[in-house]
């Protein structure tokens, strides 16, 4: 082992001079010291010449420093930590490992077909927002520690526990298991920087190694629980027997499933009581072949499905039985939209009027047909809370969005038109006040997310995109998202004509003019809000012709109360015309103060602990109006999150490659040297050798 190695680890995961538990097992002989003091715990365990040495990651109780073994280890000692001993979870391990003979060391080849497993993991968390974690080599397999914070109690085992469980569906295979076993608050993890000991010393085969840090980044960021809740909670529970759900059965036949619904199958395999059906292809998008998606029954009969790639991260079982069985679900508002359907049909410039009531100025009831909402194409906005109430934004119909100076009214509207192109249909946008290239910065920043965003050197609290991922966003956005040109100015009539003519040739669902102050409407006859009446006129009545979503951003008047529909700047008729008036309010001391005046703090306060609100004023379709839903803001992405940790994935992220460390030849050169020759090398060589993180 190596001081230097040892007491990293050790000061990594235990700053400040935190309580720990270093255990050495050897056999069913075990010896336990209580340390404060990384070199302290050093000169214990250096004379240990046999035997696995570990060590308790999480916060132990301070009392637990007054037994027998404070300080130097006790061969058998009367207590060790157990789970009421500590108090917080301060990491979470991911433990990746070969399946191979208990009492017995990996194999190069085995450990390499972890390292896989264990790149493809990290990069599925890094997409579900999680922090860089501390990632080293036990030995034998690869550990993950994701620092975090949160109490000791039940329910998070709980949460811990479903977390792993669940990356053990996602990523188990025959070769390689993550234990689901460590959920545990007093869980042991190897101490990196000792001999992992399981086997022969001798084995040229399966040899012992030396466990190692390979990377901790350079700023270690705490996960919230939330990102562990939001996978373990992908987990499925056993669907109650319906008619719909398996013809009034217990459990769902999911052989029947198969065969009914024309899916092929890759591999079946079992493990843990898992069964794991992996298909040839991903049923919402047929590029992502096996093993990357799958279908798995657990032993209490619950289903589930995930497709690994980013752009289907979303997608699940209840998405799977809405596309094959869609009478069961109610589609208008499932989010498989953006997988599996292609660029809705346009429709049609000719009236739908039947012959029968062709010439006619007025309609009796049975003259006219019933509406068909399964005819109507409605765009999702993606903003949960809006959705539920108004579905989305309908094709032929026209919105207004208004909200005070810098409240976020082009942001969000800049996001609804990457949700959308997400969900498979085309936008355009017209900015009247940002050049072409401020907005691609800003798109680029709102699709690439905080994952891929990096600070800028020229200013705090200033981010950017690297090029590498900027040309993967602009590729997955070509014959999408189109941009005016604004060399050709902001005159209305020839923008008229400009738009009609684009929306025909690419056929575009999603129009945005940003802002209606910015257009010249000059050329249009009578006074100022004459000229806006007809220019609301003529757009709703392209937004109608054409059959396009038609967004349009207005500001308000200067106002010292709660902002309302009538604030809104300009003629009263922008509100009038339109099918949908939102409002975009920032939430900050103006807003605590007139929505506490407006509507009572009691109920004010409920919105007090978000970023921004968006309130529906107005919607012509579901009748809701004057209703409010809390976004939280993220500064490096400018995204608008349904939760504080969201971590949305745009469909570019398909591009990107899974990087895998390259350690294949640094393995090799050592694989067949005896232990103490392989640390000794090994160490020579730390200065030039460096591990980096899989992803």
Known sequence: ???????????????????????????????????????????????????????????????????????????????????????????????????????????????KEALKVASKLGTYLKFNGFSDPVFGMSGNGYHYLYKVNFANSAENQTYV??????????????????????????????LLGTLSRKGTNLDAERPQRLSRVLHV????????????????????????????????????????????????????????????IILDECPFNSSHKAPDSALFVLPNGAVGFKCLHNSCAHLGWRDLRAMVHP???????????????????????ESADTDEIKGSKFLQLHQIQNLDRSKIITIPTKLIGVDKRIIGLNKGETSLVSGS????????????????????????????????NRMKHWIHLQAAGKQHSSPSAFADNSFYVKASVGAKIDEWLKDRLYIYNNDYGNKFSQLLLDLEEH????????????????????????NSNQQQSKMIIELTNLAKRLQIHLILIAHPRKVVSFLRKNDISGSADLANAVDNVFIVHRVNNDFVRTAGEFFGNETAARYFSFDNVIEICKNRDCGIQDELFGFFFELESKRYLNERFESYQYGWTDAIEQKEIDIESYFDSFSRQLPQERENAFYAESSQVKGECPF
């Open 161 to 190: 526990k479903r977390f792993l469980q669940m990356l053990s569906i996602l990523f188990s295979n025959d070769r390689v298991k993550i234990d689901t076993s460590v959920f545990s608050p007093a869980q042991l993890t190897k």
């Open 217 to 276: 980044p350079d700023v270690i960021v705490k996960n919230d629980l939330k990102l562990i809740q939001n996978i373990a909670c992908q987990l499925p529970e056993p669907e109650k027997p319906t008619y719909q759900n398996n013809y009034g059965r217990d459990r769902m036949d999911i052989d029947s499933f198969i065969s009914s619904s024309g899916l092929k199958v890759a591999r079946d395999t079992s493990s843990g009581g898992v069964r794991k």
């Open 327 to 349: 009478e069961s679900f109610a589609q208008r508002h499932s989010d498989v939209s953006r997988a599996i359907r292609p660029l809705p049909p346009k429709v049609s410039d």
């Open 405 to 436: 100076s810098g409240g976020g009214k082009s942001t969000i509207v800049n996001q609804i038109c990457l949700n959308a192109v997400d969900a498979g249909f085309k936008a355009s946008i017209w900015s009247g006040e940002l050049t072409a």
């Open 1 to 111: 082992m190596n001081e230097i190695e040892v007491r990293k680890f050790i000061d990594i995961i235990h700053p400040d001079n935190d309580l720990f538990e270093i255990r050495v097992i050897d056999g069913k002989r075990t010896m336990s010291g209580y340390f404060t003091d990384s070199k302290d715990a050093y000169d214990a365990i250096q004379s240990v010449s046999s035997g696995n040495i570990y060590i308790v990651f999480n916060k132990i109780k301070p009392a637990c420093y007054s037994r027998q073994q404070k300080d130097f280890l006790v061969p058998t000692p009367r207590s060790t930590t157990s789970d009421s001993d500590v108090t917080d979870y301060q990491w979470i391990l991911i433990d990746i490992d070969p399946d191979r003979p208990s009492d017995c060391n990996s194999s190069d080849e085995e450990l």
């Open 503 to 526: 929306v025909k040739e690419s056929s575009i669902d999603l129009v945005v003019l940003d802002n209606l102050m910015a257009m010249d409407i000059l050329m249009l006859e009578g």
